[in-house]
């Protein structure tokens, strides 16, 4: 799961990962809010993890980082 901690400005938020289990190339993506993470596609142990979240258009709230968050892991590719 991902959720967002704050907004440090208007274009800078810190989002907390958290992973009950080892989770492969674990990607946080962004529906709405065009940006991007410090890190990502990266294997995540079990636990927490802070990533910082830098947006192109000034955000003007948790929230709307918030509802464009989506973590996906490579069980989440589904081949043909």
Same mark, same amino acid.
Do not use: W, Y
């Given at each position: 799961? @991902?959720?967002? %901690? +704050?907004?440090?400005? *208007? &274009?800078? @938020?810190?989002?907390?990962? &958290?992973? @009950?289990? $080892? @989770?492969?190339?674990?990607?946080?993506?962004?529906?709405? %809010? $065009?940006?991007?993470?410090?890190?990502?596609?990266?294997? #995540?142990? *079990?636990?927490?993890? #802070?990533?910082?979240?830098?947006?192109? +258009?000034? #955000? =003007?709230?948790? &929230? =709307?980082? =918030?509802?464009?968050?989506? $973590?996906?892991?490579?069980?989440?590719? &589904?081949? #043909?």
């Amino acid at each position: 799961t @991902a959720s967002v %901690v +704050r907004l440090s400005d *208007p &274009h800078t @938020a810190l989002v907390k990962v &958290h992973c @009950a289990s $080892v @989770a492969v190339f674990l990607c946080v993506e962004t529906a709405d %809010v $065009v940006g991007f993470f410090d890190d990502n596609n990266f294997v #995540m142990l *079990p636990g927490d993890r #802070m990533l910082t979240f830098t947006s192109r +258009r000034p #955000m =003007q709230s948790v &929230h =709307q980082l =918030q509802n464009a968050l989506t $973590v996906r892991t490579v069980n989440d590719i &589904h081949l #043909m």
